[in-house]
Every structure is written in C-alpha cells, then in structure tokens.
C-alpha cells in the first residue's frame, strides 16, 4: 500500500483561504500556486503529488466555488482528512476527484508522518510522527466511503468518469 506524506493545516480552512478572491481571474495552475498562502506561506510549492492534508474540522467552509476544490487536484494532493467538512465541499471534493475523508481522529495525524490510506477498511495506518519509535502503525478509524465515490475518485471526478462511460457504450 502506498505511502502519502501528511501536512497539517488548523480549522475552519475557508474556501477564500484554498483558492483566494484575488487569483480568482487566474487560470488553475496559477491560482494553485497561491493555494494557502495567506496562513500557510510556501505550502504549495511544497507540495508534491500524493501528499495529503490533515486540517481540523470545518474543512472547506465559504462558498461553494469549485476553484477550492481544483487547486488541490491540480496539486497533486491525494485526499484530505479532517473530522468535518462542509457540505458543498465534501460533494465537490468526489466531483472533481479529489478524496474527502472523514476521520474523527485526525487530530491524532501529526505533521511530516505519512499514512497509508485503506478505502474498503476504512482506515488510516499512520506511520511516524508521534509513534515514530514504534513499530506498528496507528490505525485510525474513518467514516466509510461509498465505493461509487471511491471509484469517482479514481476516474478522476464525475465529469472524467461519465466520459468514460459515454465512450464505452
């Protein structure tokens, strides 16, 4: 199972903060690199593809704009744990590829660990950080994801996957 390196991002991550008014007018690329920068200076550029963020709840609060949700894809960023999200954003996260997970514990996930991500267990194997001298992994409990969710995700979101069917049939 694959390894994702875990950044850390506080509460209440608004959608302003993902994807600032001020880029709006940017294309997707561009915005992405001024993805967070307001509270978390140089975090895009240090982002490299299958990073994970792990924020603390109300993930995603704000409007309902998509360019949130894309910044992260365009990214590289491989799923976003917290204990909460917003509706809009949870539902746009699955359209536009991009894994929402609900883990009550997230908090648990410290910056710089890396964790293995278990869709049909519902799991996380959290390895470093805080239990970084111990041999085994924390498992971590999440709320399960429905797998035409997960198999959203991985067509690359409902239009990408939609194509897909369209071309097959």
Same mark, same amino acid.
């Given at each position: 199972?694959?390894?994702? %390196?875990?950044?850390? /991002? $506080?509460?209440? @991550?608004?959608?302003?903060?993902? !994807?600032?008014? =001020?880029?709006?007018?940017?294309? &997707?690329?561009?915005?992405?690199?001024?993805?967070?920068?307001?509270?978390?200076?140089?975090?895009?550029?240090?982002?490299?593809?299958?990073?994970?963020?792990?924020?603390?709840?109300?993930?995603?609060?704000?409007?309902? %704009?998509?360019?949130? /949700? $894309?910044?992260? @894809?365009?990214?590289?960023?491989? !799923?976003?744990? =917290?204990?909460?999200?917003?509706? &809009?954003?949870?539902?746009?996260?699955?359209?536009?590829?991009?894994?929402?997970?609900?883990?009550?514990?997230?908090?648990?996930?410290?910056?710089?660990?890396?964790?293995?991500?278990?869709?049909?267990?519902?799991?996380?194997?959290?390895?470093?950080?805080?239990?970084?001298?111990?041999?085994?992994?924390?498992?971590?409990?999440?709320?399960?994801?429905?797998?035409?969710?997960?198999?959203?995700?991985?067509?690359?979101?409902?239009?990408?996957?939609?194509?897909?069917?369209?071309?097959?049939?």
């Amino acid at each position: 199972m694959e390894r994702h %390196r875990v950044w850390r /991002v $506080g509460e209440n @991550v608004d959608t302003d903060a993902l !994807a600032p008014g =001020a880029y709006m007018k940017l294309d &997707l690329p561009e915005m992405a690199g001024h993805c967070l920068e307001a509270r978390y200076p140089g975090l895009a550029a240090a982002f490299r593809p299958g990073d994970v963020i792990v924020a603390g709840p109300g993930f995603g609060i704000g409007s309902s %704009r998509e360019q949130a /949700v $894309g910044v992260l @894809v365009q990214l590289g960023v491989k !799923a976003v744990i =917290a204990p909460s999200f917003s509706g &809009l954003y949870f539902r746009n996260a699955f359209n536009l590829g991009l894994l929402a997970i609900v883990c009550p514990e997230a908090e648990l996930i410290a910056e710089g660990s890396y964790i293995e991500i278990d869709t049909e267990k519902s799991v996380l194997c959290v390895h470093g950080g805080e239990n970084a001298g111990d041999a085994s992994p924390r498992i971590l409990d999440c709320d399960s994801i429905p797998s035409f969710l997960v198999e959203m995700v991985a067509a690359g979101g409902l239009l990408a996957q939609l194509q897909r069917k369209l071309a097959a049939s």
